[in-house]
């Protein structure tokens, strides 16, 4: 089985700054990529960041010059760093990762999500 744990989310004033964290764990032969989807009430899930395995990055529009992701192939961690947080930052953050368990066997994994609230 594979497992990705997240940490980091919470209460934070507009303006503000979170780190979040996802640690995939279980049988894993490598990772893809990894990224960040987040879902604000009555929206769709969408994709907030990713990062493939050789540090490429995708960043939505909307989180540009805001939002940082690394990652961390040894740990096979990875990280969001949000700063200057706004109120329309607030939702539920999934960790997603692109995985493969062995040579010919390649799944998709969600997280448990986080949540993040942004006051105003």
């Known amino acids: 089985q594979v497992q990705l744990v997240e940490s980091g989310g919470g209460l934070v004033q507009a303006g503000g700054s979170l780190r979040l964290s996802c640690a995939a764990s279980?049988?894993?032969?490598?990772?893809?990529?990894m990224g960040w989807y987040r879902q604000a009430p009555g929206k769709q899930r969408e994709l907030v960041a990713a990062?493939?395995?050789?540090?490429?990055?995708n960043y939505a529009d909307s989180v540009k010059g805001r939002f940082t992701i690394s990652r961390d192939n040894a740990k096979n961690t990875v990280y969001l760093q949000m700063n200057s947080l706004k109120p329309e930052d607030t939702g539920v953050y999934y960790c997603?990762?692109?995985?493969?368990?062995?040579?010919?066997?390649?799944?998709?994994?969600w997280g448990q999500g986080t949540q993040v609230t942004v006051s105003s």
């Open positions: 279980g049988s894993i032969l490598s990772i893809n990529s």
């Open positions: 990062i493939t395995s050789g540090g490429n990055t």
């Open positions: 997603n990762a692109d995985l493969y368990r062995s040579a010919l066997r390649r799944y998709n994994y």
